[in-house]
């Protein structure tokens, strides 16, 4: 029974079949991906004028000091193709690079990418616990914030955002060592004050393990902390910019319940600038992660980029930068896919 | 079927908090609807309709201050608890909003956001009883039921239109409020919504309140009609007389607005009221139409005239219906 | 309301500034409005006359090396208010000097951010076809690259100096900046009156100077007041990696000797917690101005 009297008096785009919905997003993804390669690309170009065009002749730099015969550093300059032309040795660096070849560190006189996989374990344990409970709390805080704006939750908590955000993540680790590792006053300093373990215990024993995680306690709070302070303020001015829109006065009139309406309708939607500007910043991940694992003494890749400054260790500034803008490439990539997922308007 | 009006607002004031001061936006307004029947809300924007219409669920925001009764089958919406209002929200009576393009939920499917009022209200509700609901709806509207897999975006704006009013039936209202359920959309697209609407009503026996500044619409589909101006009712009366006939001297310019076909003297006339609505801050001592009024007299500027039962049926708020007018001969649309 | 014209009838010219005048007046009455940004405008004004009068607060003599004469590592005392350094200098006084370079840095660097940002956010934004989409592009690329491993390794490789920090910052920082002015570029172009000049034969050079450039300048300038609070933070974690002027005190060399010397573990909290709470205190100010700044300009936000 239709009440209108003549359906077929405009017509109808017929569009029925939902298959077009997932050809939408595949070809997302395929954009997204090429995108991703693209930036990779342009990045091995930065990476390779910054280290091989700038600083002076590694092979020299490398037997310094030591005693080294003309056919080893003939040897070393053809693997690395030191005596080819500028575009010729890009080709081999390329090469280089798809064979897992970084070079060889100054300090350590072992391969980068040796030292790069040993040390990218550590890295991940801080960085990736750190940004999951940030994202957590941050995100919670954010809505509640927003939600309620104006209200004393709400100035509180973004007062402390913005004073942690306005804080060197790596100063406040340091307060976070003198205070609770060192201990002044009457605060005891029951936590360690540097290093993934203790010297005397196996890593890989229960006892090691719960070690792991006691050493971890300050600089995981520490980044914890610096990150969810940026997430909830992304996550409040996103929500905050949801309020005043028309579909929530729809959801409202349909007799829902305030929670719904706030995380069905605002925060669903809230979500889509939230992880772009997550995406965003995920260099800021980056960045407190070298500094704090250098304040801690965590043996990560961040305390790897910072000793070699000294040297300077090119070849392994060189193979962490590689490392760290590949890690930023392929979150950014994820953070895209996630938005394609969200947002139906980018996938048709 | 309870006998009480179905929708009677009575002496609502609503008043904005704005950063510059109170913001009155209704100030003294009454307003009826019956069942079955019809109700238009005329007058330009800013006059107070949208505000009116928000005020019918308790939607108008926390900051401002109302006063009066909003009865809903005898029951005041702006005293019921909250439980008591959720449940008449959408299922005793349900608003198509203005402005389609953003009313809808861009992340979600039609068809969800057609079957979450139905949810909430019927939480014993089967999924194949609610495609069955939301199909049927759909049907009704005049649109393909495999819509309801769409997302907004994927819509034009008359089918957008569309779902917005099939997504208000979903509860079976005995109230519908449309807010310019049809500007911005073309004329005929603006035909078809406007047979659904008037089918809803014929069919089924629900109530309207139909709000536009678009004269000639509601001519044609309501019963009554209700002007206002600056937060008041400066006209009510049965809507052909309204349209045709109106006493009010803004009715006559709202109506003169609209030219019909046929009638050669329309082309010629000018269409437009000089002016713009006045600051609803700065309302003068005298009627607020005065300024614009082509037919404003010195007695015009003491009082805010009162709203009085002139012919059989029709109500006006101008103290100078009947009065002579010293500069030229009365014109046919004074009474 | 119709505007009524009396004698003397004003100049398009002069009305136009007028009506500035009047809008830059209404600006600032918003912000006067809002309590952060006044407090963080206060707080900033406190820290610049500090920098400035730094000659006449502390005697640029305690910054020599070899001219100190305090104890080592020595708790305040009356002579010295914060203590002392591991060469025996007034934290103090280092504090005080330290301003100077910690606020310079920002500010240089964060010209430099701008100009680079706003050129390539116009150009990106304004030029349709492949010129635009080549500079966003290259805009996309360097957004991703992460801004500390570069700036530590273009540090390393420049070397270490206050011009080279300066430079390094203010090329690592542009990408943001430069979006963001592509957008508002984006939003502008659209309107109605430039499409008018384009119609009237304006020139494109024309057109971005004398209309887009004016209505993106708020944004700008709301966006420079967060660019240095990010500046001065990037220059205070880069001085602590150890890779800022040596020869000269910043907040961020003041903590890197600290860290260096070990004030962590000994607990000389007078090193470590003022220039920390001073880089805070600065970089919140900067924050808060702009968020202000932000919300003034940008009818949308008001009311957060």
Redesign the interface.
């Not at chain 3, 957004?143 to 570069?150: E, H, M």
């Not at chain 3, 602590?240 to 890779?243: A, K, N, P, V």
């Given at each position: 029974m239709s009440l209108v009297a003549e359906p077929g008096l405009v017509a109808d785009r017929e569009q029925a079949d939902a298959q077009p919905r997932r050809r939408g997003y595949a070809s997302y993804v395929g954009l997204k991906v090429l995108g991703a390669l693209g930036s990779l690309f342009f990045m091995l170009i930065v990476n390779f004028f910054l280290f091989r065009v700038l600083p002076g002749d590694p092979a020299k730099t490398l037997g310094r000091g030591r005693l080294v015969s003309q056919e080893q550093i003939d040897a070393f300059n053809k693997t690395y193709g030191l005596n080819q032309s500028m575009p010729q040795q890009f080709v081999t660096f390329l090469k280089n690079i798809v064979h897992g070849d970084l070079g060889i560190s100054l300090q350590y006189r072992t391969p980068v990418s040796q030292l790069i996989m040993d040390r990218l374990w550590p890295t991940i344990l801080l960085v990736g616990t750190s940004t999951i409970l940030a994202t957590v709390i941050g995100v919670y805080l954010g809505i509640k914030g927003a939600w309620n704006r104006g209200g004393m939750f709400d100035k509180i908590s973004t007062g402390t955002s913005l004073t942690l955000y306005s804080m060197p993540e790596w100063w406040l680790g340091l307060l976070l060592i003198a205070g609770l590792g060192v201990g002044f006053w009457f605060v005891p300093g029951i936590f360690p004050t540097g290093g993934l373990n203790s010297p005397d215990v196996d890593p890989n024993s229960l006892h090691g393990v719960l070690d792991t995680m006691w050493h971890l306690v300050l600089p995981v709070t520490t980044l914890t902390l610096a990150y969810l302070a940026e997430y909830s303020l992304i996550m409040r001015s996103s929500l905050l910019d949801e309020l005043g829109e028309d579909y929530l006065q729809t959801a409202r009139a349909k007799g829902l319940r305030d929670v719904r309406v706030r995380n069905h309708h605002a925060v669903r939607n809230a979500l889509l600038p939230t992880t772009t500007l997550i995406a965003l910043n995920i260099g800021f991940v980056v960045s407190g992660a070298i500094t704090v694992e250098t304040v801690f003494s965590i043996p990560g890749l961040g305390l790897l980029s910072t000793d070699a400054i000294d040297v300077p260790d090119f070849w392994v500034l060189q193979g962490t930068f590689l490392v760290a803008s590949a890690g930023v490439i392929l979150a950014n990539l994820v953070a895209n896919l996630i938005y394609g997922w969200l947002d139906p308007r980018v996938r048709t | 079927m309870s006998t009480a009006t179905l929708l009677a607002i009575r002496d609502l004031h609503v008043s904005y908090a704005t950063g510059e001061g109170p913001l009155p936006a209704v100030r003294g307004v009454d307003l009826t609807v019956e069942r079955g029947q019809i109700v238009g809300v005329a007058g330009e924007s800013g006059c107070g309709k949208s505000t009116l219409a928000s005020t019918v669920l308790r939607l108008q925001p926390p900051s401002a201050t109302v006063s009066g009764e909003v009865l809903f089958d005898g029951h005041d919406v702006m005293t019921m608890r909250w439980g008591e209002l959720r449940a008449v929200r959408w299922a005793g009576a349900s608003i198509v909003f203005q402005g389609a393009l953003h009313s809808l939920n861009p992340v979600h499917r039609i068809g969800a956001q057609i079957a979450e009022p139905l949810l909430v209200h019927d939480p014993s509700l089967g999924r194949r009883s609610i495609d069955e609901r939301i199909e049927a709806l759909l049907d009704q509207v005049g649109l393909d039921p495999a819509r309801a897999r769409s997302y907004p975006h994927q819509l034009s704006g008359g089918q957008k239109q569309r779902v917005m009013i099939a997504m208000a039936l979903a509860c079976d209202p005995e109230l519908v409020v449309a807010d310019e359920p049809t500007t911005a959309l073309d004329v005929m697209v603006q035909a078809q919504v406007l047979g659904v609407l008037s089918g809803l009503v014929r069919e089924r026996g629900v109530g309207m309140m139909m709000i536009s500044h678009d004269l000639s619409v509601l001519a044609e589909l309501c019963d009554r009609i209700t002007v206002m101006y600056a937060g008041r009712v400066v006209e009510e009366g049965p809507a052909g007389k309204v349209f045709s006939a109106p006493i009010h001297p803004y009715s006559g310019a709202l109506s003169a607005a609209f030219p019909r076909v046929g009638d050669p003297a329309a082309r010629f006339s000018p269409a437009g009221l000089p002016g713009d609505p006045p600051d609803p801050r700065n309302l003068s001592a005298g009627c607020s139409f005065a300024p614009r009024c082509p037919r404003a007299a010195e007695i015009c500027l003491r009082a805010e005239p009162v709203l009085t039962t002139h012919l059989d049926d029709r109500m006006a708020a101008c103290v100078r219906i009947g009065q002579p007018d010293p500069l030229r001969e009365p014109t046919e649309v004074a009474g | 309301m119709t505007a009524e014209v009396t004698a003397p009838r004003l100049s398009p010219r002069q009305l136009a500034r007028r009506r500035r005048v009047a809008s830059w007046k209404r600006g600032w009455t918003r912000f006067h409005a809002h309590r952060s940004g006044m407090v963080g405008l206060a707080v900033l004004v406190v820290f610049i006359a500090i920098a400035l009068a730094a000659p006449l607060l502390a005697d640029s003599s305690g910054l020599d090396v070899t001219q100190a004469d305090g104890p080592i590592l020595h708790a305040p005392t009356a002579g010295y208010p914060l203590g002392t350094d591991e060469n025996g200098r007034s934290v103090l006084t280092l504090l005080i000097w330290g301003s100077r370079i910690s606020l310079l840095v920002g500010l240089m660097a964060t010209l430099i951010s701008m100009v680079i940002g706003t050129l390539i956010g116009l150009v990106s934004g304004f030029f349709p076809g492949w010129v635009g989409r080549i500079f966003f592009?290259l805009t996309?690329?360097f957004?991703?690259?992460?801004?500390?491993?570069?700036a530590?390794?273009?540090a390393?490789?420049?070397g270490r100096s206050l011009v080279n920090i300066i430079i390094v910052i203010g090329v690592t920082s542009w990408p943001?900046t430069a979006l963001l002015i592509r957008s508002q570029t984006l939003s502008i172009r659209e309107r109605a009156y430039v499409e008018r000049a384009e119609a009237i034969g304006a020139g494109r050079w024309h057109q971005m100077g004398r209309h887009v450039l004016p209505n993106v300048m708020p944004m700008i300038f709301a966006n420079t007041t967060l660019t240095v609070?990010g500046a001065i933070?990037a220059e205070?974690?880069l001085s602590?990696?150890?890779?800022g002027d040596p020869t000269r005190t910043s907040w961020g060399t003041m903590?890197d000797s600290a860290?260096e010397v070990g004030a962590?573990?000994t607990?000389c909290?007078w090193y470590?917690?003022p220039p920390?709470v001073c880089?805070?205190l600065v970089?919140?100010a900067f924050?808060?101005i702009g968020n202000a700044l932000e919300e003034v300009l940008n009818p949308?936000?008001r009311g957060?």
């Open positions: - | - | 592009r996309e690329w957004l991703v690259i992460p801004y500390l491993p570069l530590i390794a273009l390393t490789v420049l943001g609070a933070l205070t974690t602590f990696l150890g890779l903590l860290f962590i573990t607990g909290w470590i917690v920390g880089v805070v970089v919140l924050t808060l949308r936000l957060r």
